[in-house]
């Protein structure tokens, strides 16, 4: 819906310290945070479920969030991306393979309000770090970026943000205004509540028909899971928005509880075990062969 989210391109948020009383001075972003730790529509901040070896079991970790609207996540799988100030980023890192389980359900918090239609997607990356230098999708770095990708994907001629669910995508800073070093998030796999179809006129494929958008769960109950196995060492970044598409004239901030839960990776047999395995085999079976009879 390029028409009304152009209209709705959110001003650039200055973070300059704003006075209070004779004196003193409270930098805003502490106002802000005050009052949500980390503020709906803020740019890319993630929310961190920590650190993981994937030695051992990790039980659910569960962090709120929230986001503004219902339809950001399903946005960017169109064909002119999205606005990540729609979305919500968490964060996380393994230094060893790890099978990870992530699930984001609806909920009522102090961010939002609940009705959420989750969506999301994982990518292998993550943003500048800090509120000053955060990425954000109207740096100019940012849309020296989006000009570049959309010139070199077919059927992309605007583009509403940098946000793209099903495909990696580039972002950067205010203070790379050249995009000599933007954060690059490369898509691992994604999944959503319910199901959805784009309108013909908004599907990324350009042609003519009605899109469906993949790796829905069938049932929009307010929550959606999913396992990724045997994930490598890295630092990931996730990012969830609302999956319904169609209610982009409602910015109402909704509330998100997002899980994260792993169990170790299956350890690879090595090839030689596997050799030795199986001439052990071979030769039982020779022996078994040859032995003398004893009738
Ligand atoms: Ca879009
Ligand atoms: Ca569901």
Redesign the pocket.
Known sequence: ??TS?AQSKPPHRPRAATGIGSGRTIPLALLLGALSPTPAAAHIIPTNFGTFDGSSAVAPISLNSGTVGNYGW??????????THKLAAFSFTLTGRANVLLQFDKRANAFGINGLVPGFSLYLGTPHAGAVGADHDYSVGSELLRAADCAATPGCTA???SFRSLSSWNITNDPDSGAASPSRFSYIGSAYDGSQTLPAA?SPLQDGNAYLIPGGDGLQDGSVAKLFNNLAPGSYTVFVGGAAYSSQTNNANRGILGSFSLTPAAVPVPGAVWLFGSALAFFGAAKTRHAPSRL
């Open positions: 819906m390029t989210k399903a946005d960017g799988a169109d064909a002119d991306w999205a606005d583009t509403e943000g908004n």
